[in-house]
């Protein structure tokens, strides 16, 4: 189906493409177009004006910066991610994700930022970006705020940003443990995923502060508290006892939508599993100690 | 504002410039104006692969890009990887093992195994599936297809060692 028409713009700065969106009744950043151009022609969502951010130099742009953070561009696509050099070198786990979102098609074009500000429950990069920490920077009218990925995302397909908020860069320090991510999934999107990240306390040998995060069980990504504080603290051949004694408080305490990915029991276990799996790859990359 | 934009882009090699209504989706265009019917519409939500064709050589998802984002690039369809006369190697391998029976998704492989082939010349099976793990055909169960691919990468692999 087509969509409705719409009026398109194409700006070159940032300030430029805020400004398009204030002037317009209900104008949208565009870039990929692999979720919101789904939507236009399902006639779910109407825009009177597309902004297209493509030609604003910069979104585009991967580094590790002074202050050991990797940065990413709001506007890589999964393509770029999963074979960027950096990003390979300091976190696998998410080129792996990127190589892995959706199909090739929606890879070439779509895009990390476009992927978040769309908060859909089923995907992959918010759940590991909520477990790496990161932040995400916003720029519009009244200035340059920085949210964290774990308050970005309120509920299904709604954020916190505003419409008139450019998403521009995503920002995580480097990790240093080990970062693992599995999901489940029937078609190209994840039922249920698990991300988790350690940091390493090096001299002792044991986990400083560990981070997991269940994604799209629920209407957003949801940490696992009791998980982490189970693990803080324990050396790595420790790790999986202590999971397995409060895995099952933990799950009972997920937000969980049944839907067509399966009821709610069979998505707890589901995170169970990927959990556990995603523990013995981390005890695997963090040594044995 | 702007409701119709001026757009010039390569179409298989030739220059194509149009005005196109900025909502116009580049499957429409090519198929419904420019009259290249081998691209097809399906799913017409970017999962089946039918729609494929190459922008600047990668695989994207005609049926869901809009016509003004290929101005001053280049397009690639099924018509501008077949032979005036004959067959391509990729189609061929796909007729010897049988990769195909009603050959609607069939233009969507070919510009999917072109893309993979032109950057990984030797894929592994593990490479082949992954890459096409995004088209989907309701006739063959893949095998079939898989074993036309696996051809090609082995193919030439004995040509390069000759």
Known sequence: MLPLPFEFERPSTIADAVRSVEDSGDGMFYSGGTELLLAMKMRVIHTDRLIDIKGIPGLDRIALNDANDIEIGARCTHKKISSDPVVREHVPALSSLCADVANIRVRSVGTIGGNLCFGEPHADPPTLLAALNARLVLIGRDGTRVVHADDFIRSELETIREPDELLTLVVFPCPNGPVTYRRFKHGERPSVNVAMAWSMDAGKGTIKDARVRVGALGSRPQPLKVVEDALRGLRVREVRPAIEAVLTTALDGLEVNEDRHGGADYKRHLAGVLLLRNAEEAIAAGGGT | ?162
């Open chain 2, 1 to 162: 504002m702007t409701r119709v934009l001026p757009i010039s882009f390569s179409l298989n090699g030739l220059v194509i410039a149009v005005d196109v209504p900025v909502h116009t989706l580049l499957l429409d265009l090519i198929r419904d104006r420019l009259g290249l019917k081998g691209t097809k519409r399906s799913c017409d939500m970017e999962v089946c692969g039918a729609c494929t064709v190459l922008l600047d050589g990668e695989p994207i998802s005609s049926c869901t890009t809009l016509a003004v984002d290929v101005d001053q690039r280049e397009v690639t369809t099924i018509e501008g990887v077949t032979p005036p006369n004959g067959l391509s190697r990729i189609q061929k391998a796909f007729v010897l093992h049988g990769g195909l029976q009603c050959g609607f998704c069939t233009p969507g492989f070919i510009m999917a195994v072109t893309a993979l082939l032109k950057a990984t010349p030797h894929p592994t099976d593990e490479e082949i599936r992954h890459y096409l793990h995004g088209n989907l055909c309701r006739c063959t169960g893949y095998t079939k297809i898989f074993e036309a691919v696996r051809s090609l990468a082995a193919e030439q692999v004995s040509e390069d060692v000759a």
